[in-house]
């Protein structure tokens, strides 16, 4: 009795052992299945034209098998849209614009530091050395015009930021509004540091009543200008040279003789936001020298910031532009009060639609 008895044991055990495999394998396979379908999902807030944003989201998940998505907004929409979605993000990563809208953002608590390992080939002055942004790009702030428009109204390039308070170029200019636009805020933030605050402000004023159409992008002069709809613009000048390449043949480019400002386009971790550990990955991998260089695949001109990564030969036409010592700094912790003293005194407001 007592050999059956314990055969009978025996053969209970081994059923009760088995169960408890099963019952860890169906637990191990769970969990693991929630963690792989978490870690295939991404969402990014994209500041540059949306056709680099949705190359770089394609090659991203074809290279990874992350699942990433994008939605295209100008800098103030975004900055806007975090401070909504504070308690409850739903992007991880900001990934283009001007890094002023980044300092910002992180004035709110919005932005969460990392340190990529991949930020050690930035080139020194284009990444924050706590960690907050990384730069991918450099864009010049210009001047583009339509030589048609121009010749046929008997107008001249202007050259400077002083051309453009003269009276012929009443009505001429279009230009993005600070409030929504990173690109015009580089703008207001580029005067505020060549001029001054107060003179600034006096010349934004000036400005003002020379200006056609504020638009809510910062992109939106340079198209308006090639196709005939505007006579001069202000915007990157990268941008300017996608157009033209676009076959906006009519586009001439042109910078201030007194020097301008510059994006440092960057990229940066959202606080909150989910699916970290797939953000720190598309982070690691757009600075890298091989994403860099794919934007010129798509017309995106700019310099690029990886010390291994070679500038697009368009970007020559205007690498000899006289630029100011942009402090991008400054610009971020100050954008929400110079955005609210100009919209003040030029009683302008941002346009919700270019």
Not at 16 to 40: H, M, N, P, Y
Request: a neutral charge.
């Amino acid at each position: 009795y007592r050999y059956f008895y314990i055969l009978i044991i025996q053969g209970k055990m081994k059923k009760l052992l088995l169960a408890v495999v099963l019952v860890l394998g169906i637990v191990s396979c769970g969990g693991g299945g929630a963690a792989e379908k978490k870690e295939q999902k991404l969402i990014f807030y994209a500041g540059l034209q949306e056709d680099h944003a949705a190359l770089i989201a394609q090659e991203f998940e074809k290279e990874t098998g992350i699942k990433t998505e994008f939605v295209r907004l100008s800098s103030g929409e975004t900055l806007a849209r975090l401070k909504a979605e504070k308690e409850n993000m739903t992007a991880s990563v900001w990934y283009g614009g001007p890094v002023d809208g980044f300092v910002a953002a992180n004035e709110e608590g919005l932005i969460e530091a990392y340190k990529s390992p991949e930020a050690a080939n930035i080139k020194e002055g284009f990444k924050d050395p706590n960690g907050v942004w990384t730069g991918i790009y450099i864009g010049y702030l210009g001047f583009v015009g339509n030589q048609k428009a121009l010749a046929e109204k008997g107008l001249k390039m202007p050259t400077s930021w002083a051309d453009l308070l003269k009276p012929e170029y009443k009505g001429e200019i279009v230009v993005a509004h600070p409030g929504s636009s990173g690109t015009a805020y580089t703008m207001l933030a580029t005067l505020v540091q060549l001029m001054g605050e107060d003179q600034a402000m006096d010349y934004m004023k000036k400005l003002n009543g020379q200006i056609r159409q504020y638009t809510k992008s910062g992109t939106a002069p340079g198209r308006m200008v090639g196709t005939g709809e505007a006579t001069i613009g202000i915007t990157f000048l990268h941008d300017g040279i996608k157009y033209q390449k676009e076959g906006y043949s009519d586009i001439v480019l042109g910078a201030p003789s007194e020097g301008t400002g510059y994006e440092v386009g960057g990229v940066a971790l959202l606080k909150g936001g989910p699916d970290q550990e797939a953000a720190k990955k598309f982070i690691d991998w757009v600075l890298t020298k091989k994403a860099q260089e794919m934007g010129k695949n798509v017309g995106s001109f700019q310099f690029l910031t990886n010390i291994n990564a070679i500038n697009p030969p368009e970007s020559k036409v205007v690498e000899n532009t006289k630029l100011i010592k942009y402090d991008v700094n400054f610009a971020g912790k100050n954008k929400k009060a110079l955005v609210q003293r100009f919209t003040k005194e030029t009683n302008s407001k941002a346009p919700e639609k270019d």
